[in-house]
């Protein structure tokens, strides 16, 4: 399965910790990790997922060199906030994290596109399934509903 993390490019303490114990759980469950490749819940995820042995995916907004440092694949886009149509359309499952417009816009696109949204602690969205807690999201994840 190819689960995307999504997220704010700047983020907590809290989250960032959250991010990466989330990457690591996605990626010992043997599934890819897609992000938006850049700082923030984007790289903490990255990091969770690589700590974990898992393959990271980054759609980035621009050119390759903008990737953070836990990426195993680059896809440059050149297509600005417009790549988030292709980090959820890429995934099987969203997970959002907290996050600013950005992060709504995905959970937007990947409800229209019928993909299975999980808001951990993120934004309030029709549609998306709520969870409070990593273990929460990892069983709606694993049981996809």
Do not use: Y
């Amino acid at each position: 399965m190819q689960v995307a993390v999504v997220g704010g490019a700047e983020c907590s303490p809290e989250v960032r910790e959250a991010a990466e114990e989330l990457g690591r759980r996605i990626a010992r469950a043997g599934h890819i990790l897609i992000c938006g490749g850049r700082g923030g819940v984007m790289e903490a995820a990255a990091k969770g997922a690589r700590e974990g042995g898992g393959l990271t995916v980054g759609i980035l907004p621009g050119d390759r060199n903008e990737g953070n440092p836990f990426l195993d694949i680059e896809v440059a886009t050149g297509m600005g906030h417009a790549r988030n149509a292709i980090i959820v359309r890429s995934a099987d499952v969203v997970i959002a994290l907290p996050g600013e417009h950005g992060t709504l816009s995905e959970m937007a696109h990947a409800l229209k596109m019928e993909r299975l949204v999980i808001s951990l602690n993120s934004w309030d969205v029709p549609g998306a399934v709520k969870a409070s807690t990593i273990d929460q999201a990892v069983e709606i994840m694993e049981r996809g509903c």
